[in-house]
């Protein structure tokens, strides 16, 4: 529908952390409760749990107070303690389709002893963009959509405001 | 800490992204004034998240939904958000291990 929709859109973030490869690779992929933005959920009920199924084709969900499962996608490639793909497969109506990915890559490298980086890529975000009734659906709806988007309102805010 | 601030940009993004809506509209459908609409459409303008375009002598407002990069900007700030508690994590484990280490070496433990 528009020159971009053939381009590659994807983002990039890193981190270093004081802990050796694997022992980040474990942190990260069986402690995701503890480090998940929580209003990033897409159940009926308050997130409680993220669960990565630790295999390849494994599930990747999230599990509500209530106790109900939610599936945000699968596991692409497992490969401790180097690399895990995840596929995120929540569509911009923020619903699980089975049917859409994108790739969340996370790779660890040892940088010291007691050290190591994580990069993390997301890519095929131009997948979004598939048509403009996607794009507004995001604005409709989730909560998590919703209370983030205000977030980043706000920091908009602040860096455009001068003297604040 | 700005939060009507907040809660009013983010209803103005809503409305528009139900299609193009002129500023004076805007201001007759919100509980603000004209003046304070105009103020939020430049801070939503500057952030990218909004484009301004003129018919006859009125000027829309609508999301901008080319180029994904609203979408690439939420993705990006949540990751940032994801990794920066990650990281905290991470130091609070190595603490642990540590102290662990530290408690291992010398069996009695003080106090």
Redesign the interface.
């Known amino acids: 529908m528009?020159t971009?929709s053939g381009s590659a859109?994807e983002?990039f973030?890193?981190?270093?952390?004081?802990?050796a490869q694997a022992?980040?690779f474990e942190?990260?992929t069986t402690?995701m409760t503890?480090?998940?933005?929580k209003e990033?959920s897409i159940g009926e009920s308050e997130l409680a749990e993220v669960v990565l199924e630790p295999r390849s084709g494994g599930r990747w969900f999230e599990r509500g107070v209530d106790g109900s499962e939610c599936q945000w996608g699968r596991v692409a490639a497992w490969d401790p303690p180097r690399k895990v793909v995840l596929l995120w497969q929540i569509g911009a109506d923020w619903q699980f389709d089975p049917e859409f990915e994108t790739e969340v890559e996370v790779t660890f490298s040892q940088e010291g002893p007691?050290r190591s980086r994580?990069d993390?890529r997301?890519c095929n975000?131009?997948r979004?963009?598939a048509n403009?009734e996607q794009?507004?659906a995001?604005?409709?709806d989730p909560a998590g959509?919703?209370g983030?988007?205000?977030?980043?309102?706000?920091?908009?805010?602040a860096?455009?405001?001068p003297g604040h | 800490m700005d939060a009507l601030g907040d809660r009013t940009r983010r209803t103005i993004l809503e409305r528009l992204s139900a299609g193009p809506v002129a500023v004076g509209v805007l201001a007759d459908q919100l509980p603000v004034s004209r003046p304070a609409v105009s103020q939020h459409l430049r801070v939503l303008k500057d952030a990218g998240l909004v484009v301004e375009s003129v018919a006859g002598t009125r000027r829309l407002y609508r999301v901008d939904k080319s180029g994904l990069r609203v979408v690439r900007e939420y993705f990006d700030r949540f990751w940032e958000t994801a990794l920066d508690n990650f990281a905290i994590l991470a130091e609070a484990e190595a603490r642990d291990d540590t102290r662990k280490r530290g408690t291992g070496a010398r069996p009695i433990k003080k106090g």
């Open positions: 528009d971009q859109v983002v973030r890193s981190v270093s952390v004081p802990l022992r980040a942190l990260f402690r503890e480090f998940w933005p990033h007691d994580l993390l997301h975000l131009q979004y963009g403009t794009m507004r995001i604005f409709d959509w919703t983030s988007l205000a977030a980043f309102v706000d920091l908009a805010a860096q455009t405001t």
